[in-house]
């Protein structure tokens, strides 16, 4: 079974710039979830999906980023336009929802490190 | 509001040491306790976990116990390998609607040499 896959791994970009990370999740995992680690501080949550639909997005810092899950299948991440303070590693992971399996444990993909110049 | 500490690091230890991450965490309700590991060039994997109070989490030599009355789930290993280090995440979950969000410390770096 694949686990949870994201792409780029890295992405250097300019101030002003855009980007979009992506994420496949695990196949037949509906919770797929976002979160950022920012200058080797804690990780945070920034958004859950089930299936299409935003569940939460309390964490997300503001209105440049904007993230999708269009046909519950992948999700994208976009940022626009990135600020300095945007640097940092976006995770995602998934599980499965409650009634199909233990949704209490989230498989985290490895990340994209993104540096805004 | 809900939040978790852990010791700030890095620790470092010879091979064969005996490991202590302490972790304590602040959470309204029954969290589920975890920690997850993210060894050089990867991403976060899952080393254990404890649902209620006083289970006791284990793998890879690994064990943390859910301590709720000193609000506590410290991690711990007998004898350490080189292979072990890695940085460690201390984490809580609150399952509320149908799903839960895991609430993380800011991680302890352990380096572990020969």
């Known amino acids: 079974e694949a686990g949870v896959t994201q792409f780029p791994s890295h992405s250097v970009i300019e101030k002003g710039q855009t980007v979009t990370l992506r994420c496949d999740p695990i196949?037949?995992?509906?919770?797929l979830y976002w979160y950022r680690r920012v200058m080797g501080k804690e990780i945070k949550f920034l958004l859950h999906f089930v299936k299409e639909s935003k569940q939460d997005e309390s964490g997300m810092p503001n209105n440049r980023f904007l993230a999708e899950r269009t046909g519950g299948t992948y999700s994208t991440l976009k940022v626009q336009p990135a600020e300095l303070e945007d640097s940092g590693v976006y995770f995602c992971?998934?599980?499965?929802?409650?009634?199909?399996?233990?949704?209490?444990?989230?498989?985290f993909g490895p990340g994209t490190r993104l540096t805004v110049l | 509001g809900n939040s978790v500490t852990q010791m700030e690091g890095p620790v470092t230890l010879s091979e064969e040491a005996f490991l202590t991450i302490n972790c304590t965490y602040t959470a309204t309700g029954y969290p589920s306790l975890f920690w997850y590991v993210q060894y050089p060039g990867e991403g976060l994997q899952l080393l254990l976990k404890?649902?209620?109070?006083?289970d006791k989490g284990s793998n890879k030599g690994f064990e943390a116990t859910y301590r709720k009355e000193t609000t506590s789930f410290h991690l711990e290993k007998g004898s350490v390998q080189v292979s072990d280090s890695a940085v460690y995440f201390c984490?809580?979950?609150?399952?509320?609607?149908?799903?839960?969000?895991?609430?993380f410390g800011a991680g302890t770096r352990l380096a572990v040499h020969p």
């Open positions: 404890a649902t209620k109070a006083d």
């Open positions: 992971a998934s599980s499965p929802l409650f009634s199909r399996g233990d949704t209490d444990t989230q498989y």
């Open positions: 984490a809580l979950s609150l399952f509320s609607g149908g799903y839960n969000k895991l609430i």
């Open positions: 196949s037949g995992h509906d919770n």
